[in-house]
């Protein structure tokens, strides 16, 4: 029997990287999306042009009172993700929940405290981790390929931030109440559980945010943040206000240094270099195998009733550190991670 879900939000992210994804082999013979919730009604013509078949509906309470669901994909804006997260816990519904986990790091609490109890599989979007780049920087990593890491560099560089979907509101991005923040939220967050990924929990923070170019944002469009770890320093460059898109990473250990510079990826050793062909990472056609991927480990989470916290501990630290840096950057200080 496939699982049942429903896709609660029908913005960009859901039509372009998460409704293709449940087409992929890994994914459609295991789930299927039998239902769509959106509180836009005209985005109705929409469900049925990309998920011919999905019944609509335009609340939370009528998808539970219509539908027998397993899980559901939530892709919606921060602000709206605790009150949905909670009313799927206490129906029984497992929830994949797109990235940031909420918009503050209190609701991120009350997010665990609706799961706590629930068993239900939840798991964020931070479909980054298995893209081929980042995959095989933390592999390589992994395997000591550059000894002991002492300094990582990753910069990203836009000309301003995405715009959302036109039917609802094009700029929730940089809306802080909707967003949370600007793109130390919107882009930072990926990072912030990339970080965990390669290097662990970091001990504390220290951010510079400002608003360089975009004055009408009602957020910060560029952001310079420091993690800090026994023995490590990793340093985040985000910005809205650059001329062009980049991309770029240079990671300096004891035996060795990895370089990014947006195709290829650069190992090099006493031995001499090697170039690992990489994809640009911020091409969005490739975010559709990543999610593919992630699906398949939330299938395979909720068949084996795998109820781990792990990914909620992820999330939950991304909004702590969040939350420190916007504190830290307000503060003009280093803050520890308790």
């Known amino acids: 029997m496939k699982l049942k879900g429903a896709l609660i939000g ?88 797109e990235k940031p986990l909420v918009e503050s790091a209190a609701k991120a609490m009350a997010v665990e405290e609706s799961l706590r109890g629930a068993n239900v599989v939840f798991l964020p979007c931070h479909q980054y981790k298995y893209s081929p780049l980042w995959k095989g920087i933390h592999d390589l990593l992994a395997e000591g390929a550059i000894g002991t890491v002492t300094t990582a560099q990753f910069n990203v560089y836009r000309l301003q931030a995405d715009a959302g979907t036109a039917a609802w509101n094009p700029q929730w991005r940089t809306n802080k109440a909707q967003s949370g923040g600007g793109i130390l939220v919107d882009t930072g967050a990926h990072y912030f559980y990339l970080a965990q990924y390669f290097f662990g929990r970091p001990k504390g923070v220290s951010a510079v945010l400002r608003t360089l170019k975009h004055a009408d944002y009602g957020v910060e469009d560029t952001a310079a943040v420091t993690l800090e770890y026994d023995g490590l320093l990793m340093q985040l460059t985000l910005t809205w206000a650059a001329g062009g898109r980049a991309n770029s990473v240079f990671i300096a250990g004891s035996l060795g240094n990895l370089s990014y510079d947006g195709t290829r990826l650069v190992l090099t050793t006493a031995e001499g270099s090697r170039e690992i062909p990489m994809p640009d990472v911020s091409d969005k056609r490739q975010y559709v195998a990543w999610y593919a991927m992630l699906l398949d480990e939330f299938a395979r989470r909720i068949e084996a009733r795998d109820f781990r916290p792990d990914g909620l501990a992820e999330a939950t630290t991304v909004m702590r550190l969040l939350e420190l840096s916007y504190r830290s950057s307000e503060e003009r200080r280093m803050l520890p991670l308790a």
């Open 10 to 97: 029908l913005g960009n992210i859901a039509v372009r990287g998460h409704v293709p994804a449940y087409a992929d082999d890994r994914v459609r013979e295991r789930i299927e999306l039998v239902a769509v919730m959106d509180v836009v009604e005209s985005n109705r013509e929409k469900a049925a042009e990309h998920l011919p078949g999905a019944r609509f509906y335009t609340s939370i309470e009528a998808l539970l009172a219509g539908e027998r669901l397993d899980f559901v994909d939530i892709c919606t804006p921060p602000h709206t993700h605790a009150a949905a997260i909670a009313a799927f816990a206490k129906a029984g519904v497992h929830v994949l929940c």
